[in-house]
């Protein structure tokens, strides 16, 4: 039980996370309370929007919702192990490997790690088809670095609608 609750302090000690202002200014027990009901928000470091970290379709929100950036807290998917804390900007889409499902392609702008998450109902359509877009004119780099990473990304739009959407 104690370790949870120190893994999830681990992870909101960044600026953007829960402001210690608002947390000094209330007892004891009020913090507990204060830190369950609020604990699961964070301020989006690229669009500054306040996000919720529990979502309904994944266990753990990794991205925001509305600009799809992401940080880089991880080494393995959820350990919160890396140091690195750089933004991750989103920029392609892949199907995960053993499935149809599509993930969303971060890249690291601090040290260029390369990582898939899960898409979320509450991710923003929108955003989600400008990443399509914008990922049909990748520079070479890139490429080769998604390519040395096992991962394809997805050139056909009505393919992405349909999985990710139903509809065509
Ligand atoms: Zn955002
Ligand atoms: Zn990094």
Redesign the pocket.
Known sequence: MGSQNFKKKKFFDDDSFLSRKDTKKISKKGKKMFLQLRAETFR?K??K?EVFLDSSSTKHRNH?P??L?SLHVDISPGDRKSECHGSMKPFGLSLKIDGGEVMIVHICQKCEKLNINRISSEDDEQAIMNIFYESQNLNDDLLKNIKNNGLILIHDEEKIRELLYGKK
């Open positions: 989006c690229h669009c929007k925001c509305y600009c950036y």
